[in-house]
């Protein structure tokens, strides 16, 4: 078949949320051409595929591409998420890429989109409905595929399944016909909350629900990152009593303690000591109606789904044919073994990857404008410095000292502070850089997090030297 052969200034593979954040901000700051390709039919990545009744877990007002709006700026007035800030749905926040292909990134004149289309590496993409191959030419390639989520309606189990077994990943679940005898839900990240506040919403009592819960996670309250003034005490003063906890931490659990006993972090069972932090952030009415389920399964991962028998790690558990399992084994952390640590900038090379803790966008959009502003590789990598994404309870140190640091970092540059303001997936920056410096409450708040920062990092470091 005839190769078509293209030329660009940026190779963008992967129009997920990275990808898009990262172009939208190079037509904002640049005159470049670029060309992104992607296997879905739609930008958004993942978003394509999860399942009917996600949302996101952090305010809309962070998410998405620095041009354009996602959020309504309403609080919900009904529901788990009551009185915070609007979470987008799944279906708002695939078509809100879409728009911003469609009246953005497309109108630009200097982005050309090929969805169903198979990155193959050396500048080389295959397309899924016509088979022809095509080789671009470019001066900067950009891998905005690295974060790739694994999700449960694409995966692959890593345990076997006996037929006869009723199973389904959780994105099936509206398509219920029947209510089974009970459920069973393999996975107690994200996904696995999710699906089980579905089946409490739907209806579901606490006591037809097992829970298998392979490790127990540390979780942030939404209620502490709210994109609006009212919420400046709590926002705010969450990151200076956490500042002040993680400062006066004799060692690793110590920190833990004092940042859930300041409320920074919460837990499902609080006599059971998490070994899992992935930054899953959660409504107080969230988590105490998972509270109400008790059937909690703590005996590792699941190994094999049998009829009768749920074989697990360390042990096995009844199951019978007229209980329904429910898939939310899908996590990052199996892809992310296989991960080197890679500089975002590597020659003509770009990997976004995450600069701030849990804002993925946020860091794509600023990797681009220092790709457009800055020359110099190590400057831009010190700019640009990877926060590992979390996995362990551990790994909140080195998460949070990474952030920390790209923030004293970014607050040297003027420029930079400047543009991180004005871009509206920070959210942060601007609401104390408008506070009045008579308004003592915010200003003792403000102070608080100044002298907790050094003290802050200084223990960090001392943390991770011993882990
Ligand atoms: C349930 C859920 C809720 C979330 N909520 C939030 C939130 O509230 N706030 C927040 O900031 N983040 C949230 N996230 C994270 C966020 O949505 C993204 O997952 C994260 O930004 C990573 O996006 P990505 O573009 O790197 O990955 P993806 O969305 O996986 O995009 C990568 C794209 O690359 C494509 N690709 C990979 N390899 C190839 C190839 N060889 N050829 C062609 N295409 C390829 C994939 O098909 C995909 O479209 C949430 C994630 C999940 C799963």
Not at 10 to 17: F, H, P
Not at 166 to 195: C, Q, W, Y
Request: contains cysteine; proline residues 5%; negative net charge.
């Amino acid at each position: 078949m005839r190769d078509d052969v293209l030329e660009t200034d940026y190779l963008i593979a992967g129009a997920g949320a990275m990808g898009m954040a990262f172009a939208d901000t190079l037509v904002s700051e640049t005159k470049a051409d670029m060309i992104m390709v992607d296997r879905h039919a739609k930008p958004g990545g993942h978003w394509n595929v999860a399942y009917p009744f996600v949302r996101l877990h952090q305010p809309s007002a962070f998410f998405g591409v620095a041009s354009r709006e996602l959020s309504r700026f309403e609080k919900d007035q009904v529901g788990m998420n009551k009185g915070l800030y609007d979470l987008a749905s799944g279906p708002e926040v695939n078509a809100y890429f879409d728009d911003v292909m469609q009246q953005t990134l497309l109108p630009s004149g200097r982005v050309r989109y090929f969805p169903m289309s198979e990155y193959r590496g050396d500048g080389v993409f295959k397309s899924i409905t016509n088979g022809r191959e095509t080789t671009v030419k470019y001066k900067k390639f950009v891998d905005a595929t690295r974060l790739t989520v694994d999700v449960p309606a694409e995966h692959t189990p890593a345990f076997t399944i006996a037929d006869g077994v009723k199973f389904m990943p959780l994105n099936n679940l509206p398509n219920l016909k029947e209510a089974p005898r009970a459920f069973v839900v393999i996975g107690s990240g994200k996904t696995g909350m999710d699906a089980c506040l579905w089946l409490l919403e739907t209806g579901v009592e606490p006591d037809a629900i097992r829970w298998i819960m392979p490790r127990d996670s540390w979780m942030l309250p939404r209620e502490f990152a709210q994109p609006a003034p009212e919420f400046f005490a709590s926002t705010f003063g969450n990151q200076a009593n956490q500042f002040e906890a993680i400062a006066g931490a004799a060692d690793l659990d110590d920190m833990y303690a004092r940042l859930e006993a300041a409320g920074c972090v919460v837990r499902f069972d609080e006599t059971i000591k998490p070994t899992m932090f992935h930054a899953a952030t959660i409504s107080q009415a969230e988590l105490q109606a998972l509270r109400r389920i008790k059937n909690v399964v703590r005996m590792g991962r699941v190994t094999a789904l049998e009829r009768d028998c749920i074989f697990l790690e360390d042990g096995e558990i009844e199951t019978a044919p007229d209980i329904l399992h429910i898939d939310c084994s899908a996590s990052l952390s199996r892809t992310m073994k296989t991960m080197e640590p890679k500089p975002v900038f590597d020659g003509n090379i770009i990997t976004p990857q995450t600069v701030r803790s849990f804002m993925p966008v946020f860091s794509g959009s600023m990797i681009a404008y220092v790709d457009a502003h800055y020359t110099d590789e190590e400057e831009k990598n010190k700019l640009c410095s990877v926060v590992p994404l979390p996995n362990t309870a551990e790994d909140f140190v080195h998460m949070t000292l990474a952030a920390m640091m790209n923030q004293f970092t970014w607050s040297q540059d003027d420029t930079l502070r400047r543009w991180i303001r004005e871009n509206r997936l920070d959210g942060f920056s601007k609401l104390t850089h408008g506070v009045d410096r008579d308004d003592q409450e915010k200003m003792a708040i403000l102070m608080r997090l100044r002298d907790n920062a050094p003290k802050a990092v200084g223990k960090l470091m001392e943390l991770a030297s011993a882990l």
